[in-house]
């Protein structure tokens, strides 16, 4: 008879948290759902199952059920609600995402240093940083292209959602608020909408799969460029994200305070991943 996983519980509970706001992040401008898995040590088991299922599956089939729940309701639970916390305060919202994200930051750098850090891999991270920033502040700040919301719009967008997905560190969300795409996919998703729904799902679907072999290719032939490069990407996403503006100090004490908290959900996440490597 086979010994029960002590671990099983608390890996499912782990999974099911970070599927949650690997959702949400794939929705919240600036934040990248693709990082919060490479951080949540949960992007190289998916890029897996995609490339290799006969092999990858039976090692990780346990654990996704609770990771796929948990990111369908951060990406389809939350869009009402995050879309509300924006209009509320899009400052304290941004800066609670900003929390979390500086939180996973130093096991990202430990991540990335696991095959050494030569200087190519220096170079990766400052040029992939320099390019990011750059590109986001354009997008964000310069561009002025708008786009009509509708199914090819919308097809787009969910091309835009899986690269997000395999490409860790690019923030979709930022370019389609410059699009003016982004305030009718939240309601569409808050309302469960079907067009916009059906629209998204085979765009995120065919780029997903389209791109997860060529992804996955460069990791293990370059893994230590590759991961310096999203931590380049990961702080300059961070950067151009800062909220600049705000309505008075007692929404610049709460974006503290919200910054606090989500650095401390990511350190508690941390500690649930260390606790359960060996599951």
């Known amino acids: 008879m086979r010994k029960q996983d002590p671990n099983f519980i608390m890996r499912c509970l782990r999974d099911f948290l970070c599927g949650v706001l690997i959702g949400a992040g794939a929705i919240l401008p600036g934040v990248s759902g693709g990082v919060l898995a490479v951080v949540f040590d949960l992007y190289r088991p998916f890029m897996e199952v995609l490339t290799h299922p006969k092999k990858a599956l039976p090692k990780y089939w346990r654990f996704f059920p609770a990771l796929a729940l948990g990111w369908t309701i951060g990406f389809m639970g939350f869009a009402k609600g995050i879309a509300a916390a924006m209009n509320v305060s899009a400052a304290v919202t941004t800066w609670a995402f900003i929390g979390l994200i500086v939180g996973t930051v130093p096991s990202l750098f430990r991540e990335a240093g696991k095959e050494g850090r030569g200087r190519s891999a220096w170079v990766?991270?400052?040029?992939?940083?320099?390019?990011?920033?750059?590109?986001?502040?354009?997008?964000?700040?310069?561009?002025?292209?708008?786009?009509?919301?509708?199914?090819?719009?919308?097809?787009?967008?969910?091309?835009?959602?899986?690269?997000?997905?395999?490409?860790?560190?690019?923030?979709?969300?930022?370019?389609?608020?410059?699009?003016?795409?982004?305030?009718?996919?939240?309601?569409?998703?808050?309302?469960?909408?079907?067009?916009?729904?059906?629209?998204?799902?085979?765009?995120?679907?065919?780029?997903?799969?389209?791109?997860?072999?060529?992804?996955?290719?460069?990791?293990?032939?370059?893994?230590?460029?590759?991961?310096?490069?999203?931590?380049?990407?990961?702080?300059?996403?961070?950067?151009?994200?800062?909220?600049?503006?705000?309505?008075?100090?007692?929404?610049?004490?709460?974006?503290?305070?919200?910054?606090?908290?989500?650095?401390?959900l990511a350190f508690f996440l941390s500690r649930l991943n260390r606790r359960t490597q060996g599951s």
């Open 124 to 264: 990766s991270l400052f040029f992939c940083a320099g390019i990011i920033f750059a590109g986001l502040f354009y997008v964000g700040r310069v561009l002025s292209v708008h786009l009509e919301p509708g199914f090819w719009s919308f097809s787009l967008s969910g091309a835009l959602f899986g690269l997000g997905i395999v490409v860790p560190g690019l923030a979709t969300s930022s370019v389609l608020m410059a699009l003016d795409l982004y305030q009718p996919i939240m309601q569409g998703l808050s309302t469960l909408d079907l067009s916009v729904l059906l629209s998204l799902l085979p765009g995120m679907a065919l780029t997903v799969l389209l791109l997860a072999r060529l992804v996955n290719w460069v990791f293990q032939k370059h893994y230590s460029i590759a991961f310096h490069g999203i931590l380049g990407v990961v702080i300059a996403s961070t950067l151009v994200i800062i909220p600049t503006e705000y309505t008075g100090a007692g929404e610049v004490v709460l974006s503290g305070v919200c910054a606090v908290i989500g650095f401390m």
